[in-house]
C-alpha cells in the first residue's frame, strides 16, 4: 500500500516548469504525425484510390473516436500516467498494468519504426557519395535514439519548444512539393482505385496495418498530463487541433505527388524523396530528405517522452521494478525509465519497418479496446464523473470537456473502431493468402508477456517489502 510520503519522494525539489497548450497542440500533432513521411508502402500495396480513401475516411472512423475519448478522459481524469491509470480506475490493478504494458510494448515498436525510418532516409541523403552498411545504418538510427533521449533528459519544456520549431522546419518541403505538383497535375490520384494483384478486399488489409499506425498515438501524451498547465482544458484543444492538422498532413501531398506522377507501384520507403526530386529537382530533394530526418526526430522525441513516463507510474503502484520511480531532482524526468526505454530501443532498430508496423497495430489496437472498455465504465460510474465535474479545480469550477452523446451514443461511435481492430489483428496473421504461423507466435508471445510480467514484477515487489516484527 503506497502513502502520500512515498509518493512524494519521486518528486523534485524545485518543480519544473509545466508545458503550455500552445506547447501541447505541437507535442500531440507531432507523436502522432509529423509530416506525410511512412506512409509510402501503403500507395504500392493497396493502391493510389484505396490508399487516399483510407486516408481520408480513418480520421473519422478510426482517430475521431479516440480523440474523443481520450479528450473526455483526460478532462474528467487529469492524471499522470493517462490510459493505464483510467483502465486502473474502471478495473482495477490487473487490467490498468495490462492495459499500460500492451500500449508501452506498441510505443516501443513505433518508436523503433521512427529511429528506422531516420536512417533509411539519412541513407538515400548520403547515398551519391557514401554507401552505408547494414552496421553502419544501426549506427545512425542508435546515436539518434540517444540524441533524443538527451532531451528528453532535459525536460518536458525543453521537448515541447524544440517540437515546435521541428514542425514547422517538416511542413516547408511538403509545401513546396504539394504547391509545384498541383500545377504539374497530368494524372488521377484515385486510379487505379487498387493494387490489382491484391483485390479490393487483400488491397484494404494490406495497407490498414500501416493506415491505423499512422492515425493513432492520440492518447500518447496523455500520461505526462501532470506536466502540463491546466491539463483539463489543453488536452481537449490540443486533441481538436491535432487531428486535422494529421489528416491533412497526409492528404495533401500523398494527393499532390499523385497527381504529378504515375508510377505508384514504386512507392517504397522514403518515396516522398523521389517524389520531391521528380516535382521540383536536387533542391526540393535535399529539402525533403533534410524534413524526413526532422520529421523522425520529432516523432521519436516527442514518443519517448510518453513512453518514459509510462514504467514510473507502474512503479509507484507497484507494478514495476521500485527502480522505475527515480526521477532527476532538477528536470523531473524519470532517469532509469528513459535509460532501459533508449536501451529496448537500440535492439529493436535491429528489424525491419514492417514488422514493426505489424506488430505496433496488433498491440495498440488491444490497448484502444481498453481505453474505450475505461471510458464506457467510468461513464457508467455517474457518480464518480459528477464529483469530478462539480470539484473545485483550475479551470474554476467550469465543467470539463464531455463527448455529447448518451451511452448509446458513445458506443455506436466507437463501433467502426472496434470493426476495424478485428481486420487490423486478423490481418497481421493471414495476409499474402496464408496464415503466418511466425507472426501469429509473436503476438501470442506478446499478449502472454502481460499476465507474466505482473504476476513476476508483483513478486519481486512483495519480497522487497518491509517485514514486520
Known sequence: MSTPAAGQERRPQAAPRKAGTFQLVFMVYSVICSGAYGLEQMVSKSGPGMAMLSLIVLPLIWALPLTMACA??????????????????AFGDFTGYICGWLVWLANLATNATFAVLFAN??????????????????????????????????????????????????FLPFFF?????????????????????????????????????????????????AEVENPSRAFPIALAFALPMTAGSYIIPTFAALAAG?????????????????????????????????????????????????????????????AFKRIHPRFGTPTVSLFVGSLC?????????????????????????FIYASLLKLRWKTAGVQAVQTAPGPEGGRRPFRIPFGMAGVTVMILPSLVLALFAIAGGVWHDGGFDREQAFWEAVVLASGPVTFVLFRWWASRRQPTRA
Open 72 to 89: 473526455e478522459l483526460t478532462a474528467l481524469y487529469p492524471v499522470e500516467g493517462g490510459y493505464y491509470r483510467w483502465a486502473r480506475m
Open 121 to 170: 532516409y539519412f541513407t538515400e541523403w548520403i547515398r551519391p557519395w557514401i554507401s552505408l552498411t547494414d552496421l553502419e545504418h544501426w549506427l545512425v538510427a542508435v546515436v539518434l535514439i540517444w540524441g533524443v533521449t538527451w532531451l528528453n533528459y532535459r525536460g518536458i519544456r525543453l521537448v515541447g519548444a524544440t517540437s515546435v520549431v521541428f514542425t514547422i522546419l517538416i
Open 177 to 225: 512539393m504539394t504547391l509545384l505538383g498541383l500545377l504539374q497535375w497530368k494524372f488521377n490520384p484515385f486510379v487505379p482505385v487498387y493494387n490489382p494483384a491484391q483485390g479490393m478486399g487483400g488491397s484494404f488489409l494490406a495497407g490498414l496495418a500501416i493506415a491505423i499506425w499512422l492515425y493513432s498515438g492520440y492518447e500518447k501524451l496523455t500520461t505526462n498530463a
Open 262 to 322: 504515375d508510377n505508384w507501384t514504386g512507392w517504397k520507403e522514403s518515396y516522398f524523396m523521389d517524389a520531391a526530386h521528380q516535382i521540383g529537382g536536387p533542391v526540393l530533394l535535399i529539402g525533403m530528405a533534410a524534413g524526413g530526418l526532422v520529421s523522425n526526430a520529432c516523432l521519436l522525441m516527442v514518443t519517448i517522452l510518453g513512453q518514459s513516463r509510462l514504467p514510473m507510474v507502474l512503479a509507484e503502484d507497484g507494478s514495476f521494478p521500485r
Open 345 to 369: 530501443l537500440s535492439g529493436l532498430v535491429l528489424f525491419k519497418f514492417d514488422y514493426l508496423a505489424t506488430l505496433f497495430t496488433f498491440v495498440q489496437v488491444l490497448a484502444y479496446l
